[in-house]
């Protein structure tokens, strides 16, 4: 078990604590609220596998954990379960924790809601917001009620999709473990997944076997000692089975949310023909069989067929379908119907490799140019981040902390940030075989200039300007987003703008911002864009980016860790960047070093 899925249980044990009983300040539950949230933050960010402590009877070694709370992280580990959290869903209405879910709810607003207006779900928050009762509560008011069905709407709107990053190590794990039941050959991801979308719908997975139905009767038992295990059996029929995986309280939203995956299975003749169909999307293999039907041919999820029925012409690999079909191999991030049939060179008409396959890998990356470190907000010191980049193949990080107007993620004054120069510079000494670039990630504030003087910002390698505070229109700030932006690309030290539009994916909507103006100033002065791999923002998302790189824009995909485990989300903003069809050359950290600054120093003059 992962250090994430405990701290999840112990945190959802304080949120429902919180709900449940009577918190008042230096009360018993307050105490004890306080001592699961800072358990929970602790294992969260703890080094070492807690499973594997909790083994060796070491839980209590990790500073924050008493005898209670490890007695429960043991029951955890051992069953799948902990008493007191059942207890606690058992006695709270069923819905009543989702409402934890809504930005701006927190356990405090959702405990009021229950107590004070028999609240138990978001049918019932709708009807008090409705009825004005909601903006009646101490210490909410007309502009929380406001942020609050703002909150509901945007759920609502976001469908309860899953996140990219919260389903793709689900079905990895999954596959993994289907891949080791008895006649199975192969599994493969299939869907929107495959195809790299910022969220899911459900999980498709393709498993080549002969005896389907032996398959699925294993797969649905599958034991629950592994991550991650099944929820509940939705079906399981001969061929087929879909089942529920909980997805886990942290990841993007609701609490206790569940994924469905789709779990399929076909003989070796017909896979890659299932692969192409259960691929999707919709639309691409509409156009896909339209393009068959020209040619007096048949497609379906069992293969390529002639018009007159037998045999089959295509089927095993994807790659045969396409090539019958006169197309070179489309990678799965642009099946969309969005111009990869008008994109892709007919394989007869040209021998020169498609467009498509030039596409941007997670191999090319040579550099993520946005992480934070123990300086600001980061879990991790300099030296711990480089380490890891090193191991991963990487040739040079900058290491980009807040600056002084962040004072919530603890945002570096000009006097720390001066010492925080020296001390990169002195890491970049120390550790070698990888550059490690000194960058600041600066705020830029409300009035479109940036958070440190320009004779400081000089003294820096990389800067990335993020918008942070007053992301509304109005209000606070004196420019709109658009203007903001704009200012910040003016400013000859500003390398990129990190996550442009300010969006959390499920969570908050993207900053109104006029792209292609934004696209157009940034291609003129030479400044880039960010992909901001983080599976929370993908920001640039994938028709931005696009519209970026064919404005010319160079594109910079980084994953802006707070700890060096989110250093491997950059494979998120790869896949973003190849649904935006960006090649090695549209994006800066495919760069050597040496061709790294140049083009820093492009800009800078
Ligand atoms: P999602 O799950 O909503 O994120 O999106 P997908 O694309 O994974 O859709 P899903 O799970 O409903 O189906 C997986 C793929 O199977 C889909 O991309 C294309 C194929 N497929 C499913 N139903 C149909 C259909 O009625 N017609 C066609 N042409 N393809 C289908
Ligand atoms: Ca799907
Ligand atoms: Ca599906
Ligand atoms: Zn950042």
């Given at each position: ?41 602790t ?28 007695e ?18 058992a006695?709270?209405?069923?819905e009543?924790?989702?409402l ?35 903006a ?29 990053g ?96 789709d ?68 990678p ?36 993520d ?18 380490s ?11 290491i ?31 550790v ?62 500003v ?5 442009p ?23 003129a ?18 028709m ?8 010319g824009?160079?594109?910079?995909i980084n994953?802006?860790a707070?700890?060096?485990e ?40």
């Open positions: 078990m992962y250090n994430g899925e405990i701290s999840r249980a112990l945190a959802r044990i304080a949120d429902l604590l919180e709900i449940d009983g009577d918190t008042a300040s230096g009360s018993r539950v307050a105490f004890r609220v306080n001592s699961y949230r800072r358990a929970a933050r294992i969260k960010d703890h080094a070492q596998d807690v499973a594997a402590l909790a083994a060796t009877g070491k839980l209590m070694t990790i500073p924050g954990i008493g005898k209670g709370t490890a429960r992280i043991q029951q955890f580990l051992e069953t799948g379960h902990i008493d007191e959290l059942d207890a606690l869903q006695k709270l209405p069923e009543l924790p989702a934890l879910g809504i930005s701006g709810m927190g356990p405090k607003k959702v405990a009021l809601v229950y107590r004070e207006l028999s609240v138990e779900g978001f049918d019932d928050l709708k009807r008090v917001i409705a009825s004005g009762e909601l009646k509560l101490p210490g909410l008011g007309v502009a929380s009620v406001k942020r609050i069905s703002e909150g509901i709407a945007f759920l609502e709107s976001s469908g309860g999709r899953t996140p990219l919260v389903a793709l190590p689900i079905a990895e794990a999954l596959a993994e473990q289907v891949c080791k039941l008895p006649g199975v050959h192969r599994v493969e991801i299939a869907g929107s997944l495959r195809r790299g979308q910022e969220t899911i719908g459900d999980i498709d997975l393709l498993c080549e076997a002969d005896d389907g139905e032996q398959v699925v009767k294993s797969f649905v038992e599958l034991g629950d000692d592994n991550w991650p295990s099944i929820k509940r059996v939705l079906a399981a029929g001969k061929t087929k089975a879909s089942v529920t995986i909980e997805r886990g309280a942290a990841a993007g939203g609701k609490a206790g949310r569940e994924v469905q995956v779990l399929r299975v076909v003989p070796a003749e017909s896979f890659g023909a299932a692969w192409q169909y259960f691929t999707g999307s919709k639309e691409h293999n509409v156009r896909l069989r339209e393009r068959a039907v020209r040619s007096n041919l048949r497609l379906n999820e069992y293969g390529l067929f002639s018009a007159d029925g037998e045999p089959s012409i295509a089927g095993r690999d994807e790659e045969g379908i396409y090539k019958k079909l006169d197309l070179p191999w489309i799965p991030e642009l099946r969309e119907d969005s111009g990869e049939f008008e994109q892709s060179p007919s394989v007869s008409q040209s021998l020169r490799p498609s467009v498509p396959s030039l596409l941007v890998t997670v191999d090319d990356i040579r550099g140019l946005h992480m934070h470190t123990t300086a600001s907000d980061g879990k991790n010191s300099i030296e711990e981040m480089a890891v980049a090193k191991v991963m193949g990487y040739r040079f990080i900058a980009c902390d807040h600056s002084q107007s962040s004072t919530i993620a603890n945002g570096l004054s000009i006097k720390r940030m001066e010492a925080q120069i020296v001390a990169v510079r002195e890491a970049n000494e120390r070698a075989g990888i550059e490690i670039l000194v960058g600041t990630e600066c705020d830029i504030l409300p009035n479109g200039s940036l958070d440190y003087p320009d004779d400081l910002l000089a003294q820096t390698d990389w800067v990335v300007a993020s918008v942070h505070s007053a992301m509304g229109s109005g209000g606070r700030a004196k420019l709109d987003p658009t203007e903001r932006t704009l200012a910040a690309i003016e400013n000859r030290w390398s990129v703008i990190g996550h539009t300010g969006r959390l994916i499920n969570r908050r909507a993207a900053m109104e911002i006029d792209m292609a103006a934004v696209v157009k100033a940034a291609s002065s030479k400044t880039m864009l960010e992909i901001n791999a983080s599976w929370r923002r993908l920001d640039l998302k994938d931005h980016a696009r519209q970026a790189i064919e404005a824009v160079t594109l910079s994953t802006d707070h700890h060096v989110q250093l491997s989300q950059m494979r998120y903003g790869v896949m973003t960047a190849r649904r935006a069809r960006a090649r090695p050359q549209d994006v800066v950290n495919t760069m050597t070093v040496a061709a790294l600054k140049k083009r820093i120093a492009a800009k800078r003059g």
